[in-house]
């Protein structure tokens, strides 16, 4: 299946050395990771979608990700492997206290 090849991809030590550099320059900075992380992702999806006919820009990964969105409320196999490809290319979300309000000490 070539959702699962796609987040194998990010397994390989070359590619998941590219992803932990773009992460550790970015910092957990939001739009830092939009242009430093993004890209390479995005880099890497193409690397396996083009063998699959899809076009070998941003484009073809928007294309699957659009086919992955439709398929996954049909296939729970699909949903469960976006989930975990999401996770491979968002940071995890510092939630706030609840409350948000900071302790007195």
Known sequence: MVLSEVIQAFSVP???AR?????ESACNDMGKML???LPVATQIQQEVLKAYGFNNEGEGVLKF?????M???QDP???TMSVKLKSLLLPPLSTPPIGGAIPAS
């Open 14 to 16: 070359e590619n998941a």
């Open 35 to 37: 242009q430093l992380v």
């Open 19 to 23: 992803m932990e550099e773009a992460r």
């Open 65 to 69: 990700a659009r086919l992955v969105k």
């Open 77 to 79: 196999e699909i949903a």
């Open 71 to 73: 398929y996954e409320t």
